[in-house]
């Protein structure tokens, strides 16, 4: 079983390119989440999606957007990237009610110039 | 909105000596917490929660926090540190009223010195 994988590991990007960060889980966890990592700043939210067909905003989902065609893939796009894109993104999943802990992808490193 | 501080972002401890990283909270209704490790290249990494019931809660490793209502907090412990303990700490929060999502801290960074 792999859990969560996310592709590419890692990218530079040129800004104004439109990249498209891949998730896929094989556990069938309802919930899905994007979360960019930036040093001194822990995780922050940019979208969810609580089961496939649906999604939301979080805390920081300018610039980004996302699809959740079914139940197992997830991917993150940036439309047209711009630097303060660079991080480190980090997919996760959640089974769904009455589970509350997330299980976290091993992250796409980002750099946008 | 809730939110949660991780006062420390280094703490560094001698092995074999315990351990503790902070973690305050603030949520509108009851809190679900979380901690996570996160080793140097990789995900997070779930280590325990609180969602209800005994105060001190137990998890992977030998780690475990206790739940002070009164003063908002969910400490990280260990009563006796690794080398392999060193990784960075996240604690995290969930309204039980929220839309399911996680706050997380800002991260403390743990250092074990042989």
Known sequence: IAGITQAPT???LAAGRRMTLRCTQDMRHNAMYWYRQDLGL???????SNTAGTTGKGEVPDGYSVS?????DFPLTLASAVPSQTSVYFCASRPGQGAYEQFFGPGTRLTVL | AQSVAQPEDQVN???GNPLTVKCTYSVSGNPYLFWYVQYPNRGLQFLL????GDNLVKGSYGFEAEFNKSQTSFHLKKPSALVSD???YFCAVRDAGSARQLTFGSGT?????P
């Open chain 1, 10 to 12: 890692s990218q530079i």
């Open chain 1, 42 to 48: 822990g995780l922050r939210l940019i979208h969810y």
């Open chain 1, 68 to 72: 959740r065609a079914n139940t197992d």
């Open chain 2, 13 to 15: 401890v001698a092995e």
């Open chain 2, 49 to 52: 929660k609180y969602i209800t």
């Open chain 2, 86 to 88: 060193s990784a960075l």
């Open chain 2, 109 to 113: 960074q743990l250092t074990v010195l």
